[in-house]
């Protein structure tokens, strides 16, 4: 499974970002699927997550009622909007797909939110 993250960038505190994560090479559906954060000098931590596609997404109490995490089947990706972001919420954003037991990463994206 090859995953690439997109839809990074610089923002300002308050503003809206679209994060995407396209699947090739196995469904999305197959198993769970979530994102995940990694800030300078900091362990990679947890964003949000479900077990299995149409299942109950988990999300950190940091980003509880801003971000929504939602997936197109179809499409085979996941996104995650986000909105009111801080600028703690400034790391790489990486997607992650688990299946049978095994996880993948994708390259994360950069995202930056200015004070």
């Known amino acids: 499974v090859q995953l690439q993250a997109s839809g990074g960038g610089l923002v300002q505190a308050g503003s809206s970002l679209k994060l995407s994560c396209i699947a090739s090479?196995?469904?999305?559906?197959?198993?769970?699927a979530g994102w995940f954060r990694q800030a300078p000098g900091k362990e990679r931590e947890f964003v949000a997550a479900?077990?299995?596609?149409?299942?109950?997404?988990y999300y950190a109490d940091s980003v509880k009622g801003r971000f929504t995490m939602y997936r197109d089947d179809a499409k085979n990706t996941m996104h995650l909007q986000m909105n009111s972001l801080k600028p703690e919420d400034s790391a790489v954003y990486y997607c992650?797909?688990?299946?049978?037991?095994?996880?993948?990463w994708g390259k994360g994206t950069q995202v930056t939110v200015s004070s």
């Open positions: 992650n797909s688990e299946i049978g037991g095994v996880n993948y």
């Open positions: 479900d077990r299995r596609s149409g299942g109950t997404i």
């Open positions: 090479g196995r469904s999305f559906s197959a198993g769970g």
